[in-house]
């Protein structure tokens, strides 16, 4: 792990930096602290920072740029009657990567020289079962122009590395000599220092962008895949979902949206008059001890991972409603056809966002000023009629805000549907009916073998894509009017 | 008082509209007051339904996953037969070796039929049959055993073998002799011996620690899976996490709150860490496998991926609660830290800081408690769909080997067609939710132990 070397050489030399700066500096004073600008530890600071972090930060860029140049310059050079018409040049770099892990391999464990690997011809020795030997398994033997590329790619690499190595390794001792140097009795090294922690504490909360843009930018390239494969307006405009892996899908995401807001309504319907009840009844009616008892006990609702719901669904609710309403179940009747279905899921669903709306809900009415209750109670209304006719109205925008927010919520809650709702993508208002969701077609679509270049596996982005400006959407919209409505009793 | 002078001069006060004493209630209050209580109660049931609701999931968790903590074992004498195991005679442990988990299904065999013997049971069951009632895992215990302990061949000795999946599921009352009737796995005969075997005290249900400290195992063999090395899946990811989440959001918090100034990039980062805390796990996952795996080639279901992933979801979280516990520290601290000369880089890591740790340490904890009972994300990047079966030796090792995680191995559980490993997954919950509990539990002493009012 030659990156792990770096990294340490890299902590050591801070390290060192640290000891040598402090003391260089102390020494220059003459022993009198005093007569130095800053604390001693700065001109410490100093000197390992310079040495650190260019050479850390280069080697992040590095290793995050090396890829795609070497990518863009490898299959730039295997030549398209090169591509067999069954496969995409993904596949066949895919090939050329596993090739060349499996020189790496052999080579590591001596059953290659460096330079048998360098010059291997394809056909001349069984390849692959050497990459068989190393644990690199093969679909067929290896190709000359995979080959060819495979030891370009390893070459291209290797460069690469030593390029990256004598950069970092410059860099670092460069920025610790600098620095040395520098360090004086008189040199401001606070300053310095502070201005560097700064840009240090800038980057950090700059992060939120990049993760933000990075989400966007991975999921429109492939977005954009997709759609140069698949009709756009059958995605957005058809009727039926039906991958198939010999080509020809239909991919149309109208009845994932259905069954998605299908079941997120009914979780809805379950979870908004629960948590909204419960929420008035907390701030308005309940004592403190009531309020202490209850409100962290529905709040452990919320702190269960969605995975122990999902598999309430799957294993006691799925079947619970089946005995209810499948055949041979207890009314008699044939409603239901598996333990999965829109009821299961929503319910479950519901259950979980009990405490998401009561404790959004508790905030927003327990932000309504007293005066309002005292001035309606004071008129000769019930309590009740209180909170109907003057709390709810006042908070109303604020309760349809939490409503928003849990809706989406709802929407890309992904372990519940997956366990709980089925596959089957199909129009139907029977609530007892298996159906699908957005979320569920994004995890079958990606687990397993997935083809980067098949537009079944890339639909999933486009899916992604859209639950993710569905989402944003129903977030932007709620906390605005959250936002705005608090202001109104500021 | 305008009221007042504005009505009618001289008019006598009205009388009451509906005639009556004030402490006799009219129609009008009395549906008004029922209301009232209907009100009042509608809030009491939407509570007791929350409760409700809780105390269900809780009882099912817990009713269902007890079981995985106990196993049927049978305890045997077997006699290390020199002949089948080591021909040679000469104990070398390469010959030994050569020998397949084939070669020992006759010992077994004789050491079943020994001990139907002993106790004189009476069945009509072939050899074959009768081993059927261990697990199929039971030829690699021994084989391993014997290769560990060459110099045990040809004597007798004691072993705690695992029953078979089924065989446990009738001890734990999960299988009946009504549900096996078209199960080829197990027969009624076999569960007369496996009564039998009980009475003798042969076949027991104990404690089993293997399972919270095993590997996964396979299909077939429900009875000897265990969720250990996921365990120190999810523990490799959590280092992960910490690693990056805590210094980062630590970081972006204390530039947001104290260094920002207002302009248009402060409201951009602020906007986009407070809709990240809202989109779904499972775009994170997507990310995940865009930019890590099929970008940047790192290895697929490897914990440092899923670390990375869960880092990324986490940060929103701990930036908010680390934002809240900075502005918590009162601005009289700063001043005077500035008015005796500290920088003020220095009055927020030497005097802010530190007052803030105990909230921002309570925050991190909420964080990673919520990742460690992530799962959307995790299918994605390919943590689940295999046997999670070495736990690994090394920290490089930890990071990058195949590894899955806790919520993952339950929902791969959850996914297999035997009922034995829906026990085993919701066993799983109970260890998942014991971690979640502890570090939550944590989180609230640190609070009330270190927290200030200003």
């Given at each position: 792990m030659p990156t792990f070397w770096l990294v340490a050489l890299l902590l050591a030399l801070a390290a060192v930096g640290f000891y040598g700066g402090r003391r260089r500096a102390v020494v220059s004073a003459g022993g009198d602290v005093k007569k130095l600008h800053s604390l001693p530890a700065y001109y410490g600071y100093h000197v390992s920072l310079a040495a650190f972090v260019p050479a850390v930060g280069a080697l992040a860029i590095w290793l995050l740029a090396q890829p795609m140049f070497i990518e863009t310059r490898v299959s730039g050079m295997i030549p398209a009657e090169a591509v067999p018409e069954t496969s995409t040049l993904g596949l066949v770099m895919s090939d050329v990567r596993r090739v060349a892990e499996g020189l790496d391999l052999a080579v590591e464990q001596g059953l290659l020289t460096p330079k048998e690997a360098r010059n291997a011809i394809a056909g001349e020795q069984d390849l692959r079962g050497l990459m068989g030997e190393v644990g690199v398994a093969l679909g067929d033997s290896v190709r000359p122009e995979v080959l060819s590329a495979a030891q370009a790619y390893r070459n291209l690499s290797n460069t690469s590395r030593t390029i990256m190595t004598a950069v970092v390794a410059l860099l670092a001792f460069g920025g610790f000599f600098w620095a040395y140097a520098r360090?004086?009795?008189?040199?401001?090294a606070r300053n310095v220092v502070e201005r560097a922690v700064l840009a240090l504490l800038i980057l950090a909360a700059s992060l939120a962008i990049l993760t933000t843009v990075g989400i966007v930018l991975s999921m429109l390239f492939e977005t954009r895949n997709f759609f140069g494969l698949h009709s756009w307006t059958d995605f957005f405009f058809g009727s039926t979902w039906a991958p198939n892996f010999r080509g020809d899908s239909e991919l149309s995401i109208l009845p994932l949206l259905w069954g998605t807001l299908y079941i997120s309504f009914i979780a809805l319907l379950v979870a908004v008059p629960v948590g909204l009840f419960a929420a008035i009844y907390l701030s308005e009616y309940a004592s403190g001890a009531v309020r202490s008892f209850a409100k962290p006990l529905l709040e452990i609702l919320a702190g269960i991972p969605t995975i122990v719901y999902g598999l309430f669904a799957l294993l006691t609710v799925g079947p619970a409603l089946a005995n209810l309403f499948a055949k041979g179940g207890l009314l008699g009747?044939?409603?239901?056809?598996?333990?999965?279905?829109v009821l299961t899921a929503g319910l479950v669903m519901g259950i979980m966002l009990i405490p998401f709306v009561s404790s959004l809900s508790d905030d927003i009415i327990n932000a309504v000023p007293q005066a309002m209750r005292d001035g309606s109670l004071g008129l000769g209304a019930t309590k009740s009629e209180t909170v109907r006719q003057v709390v709810m109205p006042a908070a109303l925008p604020g309760i349809v805000g939490a409503v928003l927010l849990a809706a989406s919520r709802a929407i890309g809650e992904t372990m519940i549907v997956v366990m709980g709702a089925g596959a089957i993508a199909k129009f139907s208002i029977n609530p007892l009916d298996s159906m699908t969701t957005i979320t569920t077609r994004i995890v079958s679509q990606l687990t397993g073998d997935t083809d980067f270049a098949s537009p079944e596996t890339l639909v999933a982005f486009a899916l992604g894509l859209t639950l993710f400006v569905l989402t944003l959407g129903l977030n932007v919209l709620a906390l605005y009017i959250v936002r705005k409505y608090r202001e109104q009793y500021e | 008082m305008t009221d007042l002078s504005q009505s009618p001069a001289g008019a006598a006060p009205q009388p009451?509209?509906?005639?009556?004493?004030?402490?006799e209630k009219t129609p009008r209050t009395k549906k008004r007051n029922a209301s009232e209580a209907r009100f009042k109660a509608y809030g009491i049931a939407a509570i007791t339904a929350g409760l409700i609701m809780l105390l269900i999931l809780v009882t099912t968790i817990v009713g269902k996953g007890t079981g995985a903590f106990q196993q049927t074992f049978v305890t045997l004498k077997v006699e290390l037969l020199e002949e089948k195991?080591?021909?040679?005679?000469?104990?070398d442990i390469e010959d030994i070796k050569k020998v397949t988990t084939f070669g020992y299904a006759p010992i077994i065999k004789a050491a079943m039929e020994a001990a139907v013997a002993e106790y004189g049971i009476e069945t009509s069951l072939k050899p074959k049959e009768l081993a059927g009632i261990l697990s199929k895992d039971v030829a690699a215990q021994l084989r391993d055993y014997v290769i560990a302990n060459p110099d045990q061949i040809g004597q007798t000795v004691e072993f705690r073998f695992l029953a078979s999946g089924r065989v446990d599921g009738y001890m734990k009352g999960r299988v009946s002799r009504d549900s096996i009737e078209n199960d080829k796995n197990i027969s009624p005969a076999q569960l007369d011996l496996v009564d039998a075997l009980a009475a003798a005290g042969v076949l027991e249900k104990t404690f089993n620690l293997d399972f919270i400290t095993g590997a996964d195992a396979s299909d077939a063999r429900p009875e000897a899976a265990g969720i250990g090395v996921s365990m120190l899946g999810s523990l490799f990811m959590m280092l992960v996490v910490l690693a990056l989440a805590l210094p980062i959001g630590v970081a972006a918090s204390i530039y947001l709150e104290e260094f920002a100034p207002q302009n248009w990039l402060t409201d951009l980062i602020e906007v986009n860490i407070s809709n990240l805390a809202a989109v779904p796990s499972i775009v994170f996952g997507i990310l995940g496998l865009a930019v890590f795996i099929n970008y940047m080639h790192l290895p697929t279901s490897a914990p440092l991926v899923g670390g990375l992933v869960l880092t990324l979801m986490t940060l929103p979280t701990i930036i908010i609660s680390t934002r809240a516990s900075l502005k918590s520290v009162p601005p009289s601290i700063r001043d005077a830290a500035l008015g005796v000369g500290a920088s003020k880089m220095q009055a927020v890591f030497h005097h802010v800081l530190p007052l803030a740790a105990p909230g921002i340490l309570t925050g991190t904890i909420i964080g990673l408690a919520q990742a460690l009972g992530e799962t959307a994300p995790l299918l994605l990047i390919g943590m689940v769909g295999f046997i999670a079966s070495n736990a690994p030796e090394t920290l490089a090792d930890g990071l990058l080997a195949p590894n899955s995680a806790m919520p993952a191995q339950i929902y791969e559980w959850a996914k297999r067609a035997d009922p034995a490993f829906y026990e085993r997954a919701w066993g799983g919950i109970i260890i998942l939710l014991i971690f979640l509990v502890t570090m939550n539990t944590l989180a609230v002493i640190l609070r009330r132990r270190f927290e200030r009012r200003w």
């Open positions: 360090t004086h009795k008189d040199f401001r009747v044939e409603w239901m056809a598996g333990a999965t279905s | 009451r509209k509906h005639g009556g004493s004030l402490l195991l080591d021909k040679k005679g000469n104990r």
